[in-house]
């Protein structure tokens, strides 16, 4: 455990001494600000009409949860350019053969790393996050409704890193790993528009079942179900097993 804190906090402070890393932290809250104030204006012009509604949906339906919906995609494009040298690097200046070496299992190497870049993008989620918090000051918004959205991007975000982690461990190229796991992301963020299409009702409701986008909707609308938290912690765990194998596998060859 001590070993596993130790290599999260080396990956930890190597990403912040990397210009990427802080390049990556202010786009991305430059282009989630400019869209948070965009919806944000659009719920002040249309507030008159929502106070004659007998049932109008509030701040946190027009403003934080679509803001959290657009930081979802571009967290998507973002976690494999954060991810891909995460063990490729590793493997680029032959310093994978000390970890080999050193008295730490694969599975205390792998999870170091993945919580290392999980406490980044949790960095960056609290960063994102004081932006519809700054709106209590303002008014009262659904608590349950922003703690469940919350929730989901977590998860969802987790779940993109662990992806992440697993291409890095193939390659020695950072490129192709980050080429690689945003194919494999874009395949399960569209994989349910496949299911639209296909007539046998089994087989569209795997296809919606393996959707992220889905199960992260899901949560964005409040709904708690304990198989959209069983999903992504599966799809976590299933991706760092692999990873695991990966780093035993190489190790056994030497």
Do not use: C
């Not at 991810?83 to 170091?112: C, D, H, Q, W």
């Not at 609290?126 to 000051?137: K, R, T």
């Amino acid at each position: 455990m001590m070993m596993t804190l130790h290599i999260m906090r080396r990956e930890l402070r190597a990403m912040f001494l990397s210009p990427l890393a802080w390049t990556i932290l202010a786009v991305v809250q430059f282009i989630l600000a400019y869209l948070f104030l965009s919806q944000l204006s659009e719920f002040i012009r249309f507030q008159p009409q929502l106070r004659a509604m007998q049932q109008a949906i509030g701040v946190t339906d027009i403003v934080v949860t679509p803001m959290y919906g657009s930081a979802s995609f571009i967290l998507m494009l973002v976690v494999p350019l954060i991810t891909m040298r995460v063990i490729s690097e590793e493997r680029r200046n032959k310093s994978m053969t000390l970890l080999f070496s050193a008295p730490i299992s694969m599975t205390e190497i792998v999870m170091g790393k993945y919580l290392g870049v999980v406490a980044f993008l949790l960095i960056m989620i609290g960063m994102i996050s004081i932006m519809p918090l700054s709106l209590m000051l303002a008014g009262p918004i659904d608590t349950g409704l922003f703690l469940s959205t919350l929730l989901g991007i977590i998860l969802l975000v987790a779940s993109f890193a662990a992806v992440g982690v697993y291409f890095s461990s193939l390659t020695v190229q950072p490129t192709v790993a980050a080429v690689g796991t945003f194919g494999i992301l874009l395949l399960l963020w569209i994989i349910d528009w496949a299911g639209a299409r296909v007539a046998d009702p089994n087989a569209t409701g795997l296809l919606t079942y393996l959707s992220m986008l889905r199960h992260f909707e899901s949560l964005a609308k409040g709904v708690f179900n304990s198989s959209d938290i069983a999903y992504y912690l599966l799809f976590i765990g299933s991706f760092l097993t692999l990873s695991v194998r990966r780093l035993d596998a190489d190790r056994l060859q030497r």
